[in-house]
């Protein structure tokens, strides 16, 4: 063990270096100042102007490089900012330390300016662990704790509330720990899993996020392809699991009771993978979880595993699980592929500019190894039919429901992977949660393509006004948003299309731009049914 007394500060910045922490996520403020001070140059201080939009950006990076990141907020107004996107990070699995400056030790008695009150538990219940430690000398230890904790699975994020004068404490550089964060299923399970799937006639796969979170949609296409069963998108899912345009892909699983069942019924078997048994966003009757259909799930995380409504569940780390079921899977014999998936055909070009066509000559226009980080909530329906993702590595959006996320986290993709272009498809509504995140691209040169889908409106609460027949809500339209002119107030080019007969050369331009630009496509403001494809009757 390494006794050389450094400092706290010292310490810590050890600390990060040992997880491999290239970029710290940050809003800065007085309480963090003796951390920040004399920033070291390997570590690259990536500035966001609002808190909320850190933590997306943060999220962003840690989903892209597969390593967690580390998040430096401002005392507990800050963290209550930050909170909605860290509920977003609990919910996408994603490995994060979080720290908030506290006041200094000799001042909390008397409850001073910026004072966080019962700080370890303002975060709960969407952190994993949390804590202010009892001494400053205590903190780098905290800190290395909170990163063991971040990235064993499930993984998610971890909170540490530092007091300002402990950074200039001394502190001792704690040990540098291994975590073997992989397990592997029970035998027995997985051959009794096998075997049905070969005894079945009908298996079908739903496929969720942590199959990519993982790294393992190749290994899920040799599963599907060798057991030769169809498979579907879990409801909701936040990742791109499967190529979507791959025979054997069905579509995608509504988060509606009725329509799950519907799609799923002629099962014979259901194997979930890497994804809750079931997600719904609407009340209704599946019934599915009532006609005694046998349901298996795969999943690393055993809250998921306790909630599933019905089935068995092996619970194991998905690249030890996938491996462990294609070698227990025999050769099937005699079982018919299933017909691939019909895709509509691509709809005319108009003016109002449709959704659908907007999006497909974004799909054909976009380089073949772009990455999209979506929130468009009342589009999702028109992007799975014609913008497909390609599997691996090419899809994010919030597992939450929250937005604001994937603007933000878009900076932290592109961060992540230099040299791709990154598409950030994001509503009008949407973008005005954290609009600020495009000021950090801008600065940064980022290649991101911002486009707008400008509905003028939250379209996801126009379509639930009409399925929870609630009449004439208010809150819903958006008039008078300029995105060119926010865009160029934060230092990023921008153009605005009305007519369907300027968005093909506005697009190619947009996508090959060397720098951040956006895009703002007005675009026809019909009701959709988000649960099936298609206008809402």
């Not at 009892?134 to 540490?160: N, S, W």
């Not at 300002?164 to 975590?179: L, N």
């Not at 993702?389 to 090419?394: I, K």
């Not at 639930?464 to 027949?469: D, E, P």
Request: net charge negative; proline share 9%.
């Amino acid at each position: 063990m390494n006794s050389k007394v450094l400092t706290v500060r010292e310490a810590t910045l050890g600390v990060l270096r040992s997880f491999g922490v290239d970029r710290v996520f940050g809003n800065p403020g007085s309480t963090e100042l003796a951390f920040l001070g004399d920033w070291p140059d390997d570590i690259d201080y990536v500035l966001g102007l609002q808190e909320g939009c850190v933590v997306g950006m943060a999220d962003g990076y840690a989903q892209a490089t597969g390593r967690p990141a580390f998040v430096n907020l401002h005392s507990a107004a800050g963290l209550g900012h930050a909170l909605g996107n860290l509920f977003t990070a609990f919910r996408n699995k994603t490995p994060l330390v979080v720290t908030a400056g506290q006041q200094a030790r000799s001042l909390l008695r008397m409850r001073p300016y910026l004072f966080a009150e019962d700080a370890e538990q303002f975060p709960k219940p969407y952190v994993k662990w949390s804590a202010e430690p009892a001494r400053a000398e205590d903190v780098p230890a905290a800190i290395a704790q909170a990163f063991l904790v971040a990235i064993q699975h499930p993984r998610g994020p971890t909170f540490v509330s530092v007091p300002s004068d402990d950074w200039a404490g001394p502190a001792v550089a704690p040990p540098v720990r291994h975590i073997a964060t992989e397990f592997a299923p029970d035998a027995a399970a997985i051959v009794r899993l096998g075997a049905a799937i070969a005894a079945a006639k009908r298996p079908v796969f739903v496929v969720g996020p942590d199959i990519d979170r993982n790294g393992c949609v190749e290994a899920m296409v040799a599963v599907a392809e060798r057991a030769r069963a169809a498979v579907w998108a879990s409801p909701m899912s936040s990742r791109s699991s499967f190529p979507e345009l791959h025979p054997q892909f069905a579509g995608f699983l509504p988060a509606a009771p009725g329509g799950l069942a519907r799609a799923l019924r002629g099962a014979d078997l259901i194997v979930v993978v890497g994804a809750p048994v079931f997600t719904f966003h609407i009340e209704g009757q599946c019934e599915l979880l009532d006609d005694g259909t046998p349901v298996w799930q795969i999943t690393d995380d055993p809250t998921e595993a306790a909630a599933a409504a019905v089935g068995d569940t092996i619970i194991s780390t998905l690249p030890n699980a996938l491996a462990a079921l294609q070698s227990a899977l025999p050769e099937v014999a005699g079982r018919e592929a299933p017909a691939a998936r019909a895709l509509p055909a691509v709809p005319a070009a108009q003016n109002p500019i449709p959704p659908a066509y907007a999006l497909s000559r974004l799909s054909a226009l976009m380089p073949p190894d772009a990455i999209v980080v979506e929130e468009t909530p009342s589009h999702r329906p028109a992007i799975q039919q014609f913008l497909p993702m390609r599997g691996a590595d090419s899809f994010y959006t919030m597992a939450s429901g929250g937005l604001g996320y994937s603007l933000p986290a878009s900076v932290g993709v592109a961060l992540a992977k230099p040299g791709r272009r990154i598409v950030c498809l994001i509503g009008d509504g949407s973008a005005m949660y954290c609009i600020q995140a495009i000021w950090t691209a801008a600065q940064r040169g980022l290649p991101i393509t911002f486009v707008v889908m400008n509905n003028s409106g939250y379209g996801a609460m126009r379509a639930f006004s009409q399925i929870m027949q609630a009449h004439r809500p208010p809150g819903i339209d958006l008039p008078g948003l300029d995105f060119v002119a926010l865009a160029r107030g934060l230092g990023c080019s921008g153009k605005r299309v009305t007519l369907v007969e300027h968005l093909e050369v506005t697009l190619n331009e947009a996508l090959t731009a060397k720098g951040p630009t956006l895009l703002d496509i007005v675009v026809h403001g019909a009701t959709i049914d988000l649960f099936s494809y298609g206008p809402a009757n």
